[in-house]
């Protein structure tokens, strides 16, 4: 069996290339846009592509299913919940697919989207047993995905506890994000776990009972970009074109502490606004208006879109997908503080309280 795992820095992405080796035909999951990769690797090893599964209607990046499917001949999969404007193959729970030796069972497990699905896969030469499952948006290292894509948080649950974590403690897992994506929250930047690792370590498995679980993650969701629609649109086929998205250097919408306190000592401060959450100003604060992350779609009209604006939080992370956020809905003035609370302290007034 071939398994290869691909890293797309943009969106914080995950795909997947693996089959079998001695019939040399294997499968692609979660397909980027780029599919060049894809096919040089079947080249190389000599291999064609057959199958082109999509764990769910993807919504936050631009899917290749589609491409890869015109150029390798392979159908496209998909839960038979799915809505799509293009030829794709439904399959349903529990049905399995071959791969010569490889062995591809379907789990449905919606919560993050309704035609969520998991991938668990066995390599028969070693065992029937499976040796991996490629989870997409339902379970990620160290989280689980957003339920409020059109999906459901009580289905995330039953989908989690009901299937996933049934699976052998040995099971590799393998998402199709890691940190620094919109579909979760707080994922780590390894891009593979265990069944067991994170039934022990995982912070949204640590929970008594399914209402715990449900309030935990649907609390402070990150934003959604306004383009989400169009992606998903695309992605299901309904677009024959890839919707055109604002481009801009991210470097270009950053501001150094050094900057901001030179603009603030000149008599030209900019807004400053404040995304943290309420207890953390009780801590570190350099002023500002304070609206945490979570209420800033509901909050936008507190901000105005002619105004200089300035985004902060703690390390900068959360203050950049708000500058993102805002930009893409107008906000063309809008800069994120490098760094955050924390370089200010360092770099400008140590006197501001560490937390």
């Not at 000599?46 to 209607?57: A, D, G, N, R």
């Not at 959450?277 to 779609?297: C, N, T, V």
Request: with cysteine; hydrophobic share 35%; glycine share 8%.
């Amino acid at each position: 069996m071939i398994f290869q795992q691909f890293r797309h820095e943009a969106g914080s992405c995950l795909s997947y290339l693996f089959g079998c080796t001695r019939t040399g035909v294997c499968a692609v999951v979660d397909s980027q846009l780029k599919v060049e990769p894809y096919l040089k690797l079947a080249e190389k090893q000599k291999m064609k592509i057959t199958h082109i599964f999509e764990t769910h209607s993807q919504a936050d990046h631009l899917s290749g299913a589609r491409k890869l499917s015109e150029i390798s001949g392979a159908p496209v999969y998909f839960h038979e919940s799915v809505r799509a404007g293009m030829p794709v193959v439904k399959v349903k729970d529990g049905q399995q697919v071959r791969l010569g030796n490889v062995v591809i069972k379907v789990l449905h497990t919606p919560g993050h989207t309704p035609d969520s699905l998991c991938f668990l896969v066995s390599d028969t030469t070693r065992s029937d047993d499976p040796w991996l499952v490629l989870t997409g948006d339902t379970l990620f290292v160290g989280d689980t995905g957003r339920p409020d894509l059109e999906g459901d948080a009580g289905q995330l649950y039953d989908s989690i506890w009901g299937k996933l974590l049934t699976l052998d403690d040995i099971v590799e897992v393998y998402p199709t994000h890691y940190s620094g994506s919109v579909c979760g929250r707080s994922m780590s930047p390894k891009p593979i776990s265990t069944i067991g690792f994170e039934k022990r370590f995982n912070p949204s498995l640590q929970v008594s009972s399914k209402q715990e679980f449900i309030e935990f993650v649907t609390a402070n969701l990150p934003l959604q970009p306004p383009r989400f629609k169009k992606v998903r649109e695309f992605n299901l086929g309904f677009l024959k074109e890839p919707p055109i998205e604002k481009t801009y250097d991210v470097q270009d919408l950053q501001i150094t502490v050094e900057e901001l306190k030179q603009r603030i000592d000149s008599g030209k401060a900019p807004f400053l606004l404040d995304v943290r959450e309420s207890f953390e100003r009780e801590y570190a604060d350099i002023g500002g208006r304070l609206i945490p992350l979570g209420q800033i779609p509901k909050r936008l009209t507190e901000l105005d879109p002619k105004q200089e604006i300035v985004v902060y939080c703690h390390h900068g992370n959360r203050s950049q997908r708000v500058v993102e956020f805002l930009y893409e809905n107008g906000f063309t003035n809008v800069k994120n503080l490098t760094g955050g609370i924390e370089e200010w302290t360092n770099k400008i007034d140590p006197t501001v309280p560490r937390y």
